[in-house]
């Protein structure tokens, strides 16, 4: 990284004057990773999403800059469409199903009903359904309720353009989010409940908090060993989960923590992250499993991330 950037971990030395034009950029860098991670669904794109953002800003007359947040939303937003639409091509390659980069959160996120939501593993398998405008618009205006106006110059459309991409986006997305929002608590106790059930090998509690048409989804990138396709069915769910723990003996470990806003399971065989399960909840019952072994997808589960709106 070159003199004068701002890292995604560190925005400037302790102790180095910092100028307007960092000063600002860190100040809205958590809204501003948050916009290119609900985007992009990947952690490590959304960092270097924010360093072409950094680059672009550090070149503004800040003086022609009315809105210091509106403007790196703008600047964010289309480094972030232009990483989607090249991300798309490569996804089609990918091997197995696809799921988005967990993140390991703080309480906060969770008490931000809305935040955690829209982060989450569920939401963000429903964003990708979206085409890359739609997404940008329906998180610009759901998630962070800007301005038909600011999005329009974000996108590079019309605001009466904006205006019907919005409700084509909430539309699709409204027919496919979890039917209501589960409280905390609920998702804690499901999660405790198939958190005991996967460590003792019981089948039939697994089958009590496993809706008949769970789905199981599980990511190993063509790295690590993983299911190729959806498995349906609380019966091969339950099954397949007892027996994979069951191959992997007493070195496994399971550690709950919040994983984009709700609870989750950190699984770790030897001390070493394994994988990442998070969970979709209905009416009690657990209606997706998502497993992610890729391990260039398990960097930001051993720190919280830091998301705002």
Known sequence: MGEGQVGAGE????????DPATAAFVAH??????????????AADAEDVLQETWLRWADVDLGTVRD?????????????LMRLRALGRRRESYVGPWLPEPLLTAPDVAEDVELAESVSMAMLLVLETLSPTERAVFVLREVFDLDYDEIADAVGKS????????????????????????????????????????ETGDLQRLLDILAPDVVLLSDGGGIKKALTHPIVGAGKVAR???????RFGDGVSVEPVQVNGYPGLVMRIGGEIDGVVAMRIEDGLVT????????????????????SR
Request: without cysteine.
């Open 11 to 18: 925005p400037y030395a302790h102790g180095e004057t910092v």
């Open 68 to 80: 210091q947040r509106a403007y790196l939303v703008r600047i964010v937003t289309r480094q972030a």
């Open 159 to 198: 605001q009466a353009a904006v205006r019907q991409i919005a409700h084509r986006a909430r539309s699709h997305v409204a027919a496919r989010r979890p039917r209501d929002t589960v409280p905390p608590d609920q998702t804690r106790h499901a999660l405790q409940a198939f958190k005991q059930a996967v």
């Open 240 to 246: 397949l989960l007892t027996a994979g723990l069951d």
């Open 288 to 307: 997706g499993v998502y497993f992610v072994r890729n391990p260039a997808k398990l960097t930001h589960v051993e720190r919280e991330t830091a998301l």
């Open 29 to 42: 860098r958590n809204l501003l990773f948050t916009v290119a991670y609900e985007m992009l669904g990947s």
